[in-house]
């Protein structure tokens, strides 16, 4: 059975960092492209990163680019999202979640997730 466990949230104040994590097993991780999504509270899914199966390309949305950086090593078989200059608007849960990039996985695909607050 296919699972995402994600780890590293918390609170910081603005303009902190945070390093998530997601620990992968039950399937072949090297063969799928992984996203990181998040829900703030009260409000829909949003599509934040993705990276290629090969590691080699790194999708971002326009909210987060220069600011988050995505990587992934397919011997470990883990996912991390470092996460710079925090902003307020960046408060929400951050779930790992197999699926094709620059989209919203269908939910059965994501991880527990894992709670970033950021606030002064």
């Known amino acids: 059975e296919a699972n995402l466990v994600e780890s590293g949230g918390g609170m910081v104040q603005p303009g902190g960092s945070l390093t998530l994590s997601c620990a992968a097993s039950?399937?072949?991780?090297?063969?799928?492209?992984l996203q990181w999504v998040r829900q703030a509270p009260g409000k829909g899914p949003e599509w934040v990163s993705g990276?290629?199966?090969?590691?080699?390309?790194?999708y971002y949305a326009d909210s987060v680019r220069g600011r988050f950086t995505i990587s992934r090593d397919n011997v470990k078989n883990t996912m991390t999202l470092e996460m710079n200059n925090l902003k307020l608007e960046d408060t929400a849960t951050y779930y790992c979640?197999?699926?094709?990039?620059?989209?919203?996985?269908?939910?059965?695909?994501w991880g527990q997730g894992t709670q970033v607050t950021v606030s002064s």
């Open positions: 979640a197999r699926g094709a990039p620059l989209a919203v996985p269908p939910r059965k695909y």
């Open positions: 039950g399937f072949t991780f090297s063969e799928y492209a």
């Open positions: 990276i290629a199966a090969s590691g080699n390309t790194p």
